[in-house]
């Protein structure tokens, strides 16, 4: 009923930038908050930053100042702009989103496959 589906994942040397997106399609009545977390092998999953409805964000002490999430309700996306990366922002980064089906009750949180960024040099 409802695909999230990231992209912009790739290779970039250290001090690089990338853009990743993810998009939610299927039979939505309204997108709530919408996340980018992060998995790094060996390591747990972390919330690295956090977008409202609204448009209010919250970051990953780690990410602040380097990295920047945003949204177009239009097209249910959201956007996480990475800059000055490091090799230790490599990691698996997958978006969730919190959304309320056409005719259901409530929201569900839906999960995207992941996409890999590897920096490196």
């Known amino acids: 009923q409802v695909q999230l589906v990231e992209s912009g994942g790739d290779l970039v040397q250290p001090g690089g930038s990338l853009r990743l997106s993810c998009r939610a399609s299927?039979?939505?009545?309204?997108?709530?908050?919408m996340e980018w977390y992060r998995q790094a092998p060996g390591k747990q999953r972390e919330l690295v930053a956090r977008?409202?409805?609204?448009?209010?964000?919250t970051y990953a002490d780690s990410v602040k100042g380097r990295f920047t999430i945003s949204r177009d309700n239009t097209k249910n996306t959201v956007y996480l702009q990475m800059n000055s990366l490091k090799p230790e922002d490599t990691a698996v980064y997958s978006c969730?989103?919190?959304?309320?089906?056409?005719?259901?009750?409530?929201?569900?949180?839906?999960w995207g496959q992941g996409t890999q960024v590897t920096v490196s040099s």
């Open positions: 969730n989103a919190n959304i309320r089906l056409i005719g259901a009750p409530g929201p569900i949180i839906y």
């Open positions: 977008i409202t409805k609204g448009g209010s964000t």
């Open positions: 299927g039979s939505i009545f309204t997108v709530y908050a």
